[in-house]
Nanobody, 125 residues
Framework: QVQLVESGGGLVQAGGSLQLSCAAS????????MGWFRQAPGKEREFVAA????????YYADSVKGRFTISRDVAKNTVYLQMNSLKPEDSAVYYC??????????????????WGQGTQVTVSS
């Protein structure tokens, strides 16, 4: 089992920044990619960003490309999501996820085996 704990959410004004963290523990050696997803009220969970185990490969949703940056500290088993130029439409609960299958589609939620409890991000206009 892998446990994921997110932190760093909060309330920020439009144009501001936040950094989310996801600390992994347990059998982290069994995971390949890590991802961030978000879910706003009344909407489906959507892909935000993903990163390979090595950290060399990163992937982003078009809606956040150029504003968000995903990174990971392998030694600390922690993944980060730096969010800049935030917009009200970025408001959602953000979830960290870990996948075991190296070849699964990084943008699909069903490809991930472990999920955190989520952290709320609210961007005011």
């Amino acid at each position: 089992q892998v446990q994921l704990v997110e932190s760093g959410g909060g309330l920020v004004q439009a144009g501001g920044s936040l950094q989310l963290s996801c600390a992994a523990s347990g059998r982290t050696y069994s995971t390949s990619k890590m991802g961030w997803f978000r879910q706003a009220p009344g909407k489906e969970r959507e892909f935000v960003a993903a990163i390979s185990r090595s950290g060399r490969n990163t992937y982003y949703a078009d809606s956040v490309k150029g504003r968000f940056t995903i990174s990971r500290d392998v030694a600390k088993n922690t993944v980060y999501l730096q969010m800049n130029s935030l917009k009200p439409e970025d408001s959602a609960v953000y979830y960290c996820a870990a996948a075991q299958d190296y070849y699964s589609d990084y943008s699909q939620s069903h490809a991930y085996d472990y999920w955190g409890q989520g952290t709320q991000v609210t961007v005011s206009s």
